[in-house]
């Protein structure tokens, strides 16, 4: 869990009441120029506190510079504008991670007016609101994550976090790979197991070829 959310200067603050009491206010906004300071204290603010740690998938991403880095919108900006400069709402994530989720639906309530600030209001594994290790075991992060909870299996299959690194192009999934993750993920008991071992039997085999 992310123990601190961003805290604006007064400045920001003001921008950030002046931009969201507007009548339309649209995700496309967040590329106005204006906003690129505050963008920036954002991002600095969670790579920090984060530890350069990816909340998704648990890479550390050592990376002081800010293009290995995306400003996460945890429920995607494009689906509720008028939490864009929510604190809690944000984060950073890597870029795979990010990309991956894209617009996918976090909340379980989509026509929610005010912003859901309790754990139960999120399919997803929540940054700020969840205890990860609750939710996912992260064998090997970057490798292969064993859900421990519904929200554990959403976040796996929204992040795509059985992309598995360094064994296949990331480009290119291996799709059978893929397949079989999903079919695990959806599966349990003694049916999750045999797909488990099947699974981490492939991984390594793809490894060695990649050797
Ligand atoms: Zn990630």
């Excluded at 969670?46 to 740690?53: A, C, I, N, S």
């Excluded at 005010?114 to 490798?143: C, M, R, W």
């Amino acid at each position: 869990m992310i123990g601190e959310v961003v805290k604006y200067s007064e400045e920001e603050k003001n921008l950030v009441d002046d931009y969201t009491q507007r009548q339309n206010i649209q995700s496309n906004d967040w590329s106005d120029k204006k906003f690129e300071a505050i963008k920036s204290s954002i991002k600095s603010h969670y790579k920090e506190v984060q530890e350069y740690t990816c909340p998704y998938c648990k890479v550390k991403y050592p990376v002081k510079h800010g293009m290995a880095w995306d400003i996460e919108h945890i429920i995607p900006k494009d689906k509720k504008p008028q939490f864009m400069f929510e604190p809690l709402n944000l984060c950073v994530s890597c870029k795979d991670c990010n990309g991956a989720k894209g617009n996918e639906e976090v909340l379980v309530n989509k026509n929610r007016k005010t912003f859901p600030s309790a754990s139960k209001d999120y399919k997803l594994v929540h940054p700020h609101f969840d205890q990860y290790e609750k939710h996912i075991n992260a064998i090997t992060p970057g490798d292969f994550y064993r859900p421990l909870s519904k929200k554990g299996e959403f976040t796996i299959i929204t992040c795509r976090l059985l992309r598995f690194y360094g064994v296949v192009d990331r480009e290119q999934p291996d799709i059978e790979i893929d397949e079989l993750a999903k079919a695990m993920i959806s599966s349990d008991g003694a049916a999750r197991r045999v797909l488990e071992d099947e699974l981490v039997k492939r991984i390594k085999l793809k490894r060695e070829e990649a050797l």
